[in-house]
């Protein structure tokens, strides 16, 4: 019983705690892209440096909070410095939009050339974010560290592995949870967020019905911009802010975003989840785990690793080609690609 309890903390330390945070912050990165699929109809290429723009505001204002002395110890100081993140990065979307998409929406621009368009979007973002902050890690995370430390879980249980659980792990699906709560909310009881589910079901007869469609854009792109600076801030604070990494970000974002179905929330939600939990899983070596399960004399010499950490983003996109060639309308049935 107690090998089977050490197998399951170690399990619960590499894989079950981090899947559940780095999913979290996948699924709030995957709300943005279906949003923009599901009502502007395009998919948006620069949704990574767009979490790579709002963490980097966010990174900049924690710096300056830090530089007056103002923290909310033991919590980050970056939560202070989102709501700044996400006002900024609004700003820069529907400025975007208002210089960019807007000419193109109006000329009936096909949905290919929207993305071929976000594109160029994409790169200018990515230069711009490495010319203010530059390209290396840059760490911003305060506050505690631990919520629950390796060492006093085990002498508190007398087993011989340790739970250890970050707070910024903690943060990160609190945020999640309530962040897609309020998001629920606001799309089901408010008039505008009913309004931006009409003009995704049929935009000919949300305009009928006189929704105004300026109004249903720029809300988009203003909910957009907060998915993408909570989810960038998070996986920041988890991991580190590099800009180059939410370029690669991209990948695990998009095949969450189909896998679970374009344009439906609860389909991003889930997608992110899965990827998440099958890249953690699948890159993990299990010879810890399996030297506590297996009986004396038959544990494995190997890693049991069924492929490097180098090579996780192949994994989602092994499961977003699967998905696209069996089911191209995702898991729960959204709008196919």
Do not use: C
Not at 158 to 172: F, H, M, P, V, Y
């Amino acid at each position: 019983m107690t090998d089977l309890l050490n197998a399951l903390v170690v399990l619960a330390n590499f894989v079950l705690i981090p899947a559940t945070a780095y999913g979290s912050q996948l699924a709030l990165g995957a709300l943005g892209v279906t949003l923009i699929y599901g009502i502007l109809r395009f998919s948006n290429f620069a949704h990574g440096d767009t979490m790579a723009f709002g963490t980097m505001v966010v990174v900049l204002a924690t710096w300056g909070l830090q530089a007056l002395g103002v923290s909310i110890d033991p919590l980050p100081t970056a939560l202070l410095a989102l709501p700044v993140g996400i006002a900024v990065t609004g700003a820069l979307l529907l400025a975007t939009d208002k210089v960019v998409y807007q000419f193109y929406r109006r000329q009936k621009a096909a949905p290919v050339i929207l993305v071929i368009v976000s594109m160029g979007v994409m790169f200018i973002m990515n230069g711009l974010v490495r010319f203010i902050i530059g390209p290396d890690d840059q760490r911003f995370a305060d506050g505690a560290r631990f919520v629950i430390r390796a060492r006093e879980f085990k002498e508190m249980t007398g087993l011989d592995e340790g739970l250890a659980l970050r707070s910024t792990q903690l943060i990160t699906v609190v945020t999640a949870v309530l962040v897609v709560a309020a998001l629920f909310w606001f799309l089901n009881r408010t008039r505008t967020g009913k309004s931006m589910r009409a003009f995704s079901d049929n935009e000919d007869l949300a305009l009928l019905s006189g929704i105004n469609p300026d109004r249903v854009v720029m809300y988009t792109w203003l909910l957009v911009a907060a998915l993408a600076t909570v989810a960038g801030t998070l996986y920041g604070l988890d991991k580190t802010f590099k800009p180059f990494t939410y370029f690669q970000l991209l990948l695990p974002v998009f095949a969450s975003a189909i896998v679970g179905g374009l344009g439906n929330p609860l389909g991003a939600i889930a997608g992110g989840f899965l990827i998440a939990y099958s890249e953690v899983t699948v890159t993990y070596a299990f010879k810890k785990v399996l030297g506590y399960l297996m009986p004396e004399g038959l544990e494995p010499q190997g890693l049991v690793q069924l492929m490097a950490t180098d090579y996780k983003f192949a994994v989602s996109f092994v499961i977003l080609v699967i998905v696209l060639l069996f089911r191209p309308t995702g898991l729960f049935k959204g709008k196919s690609v």
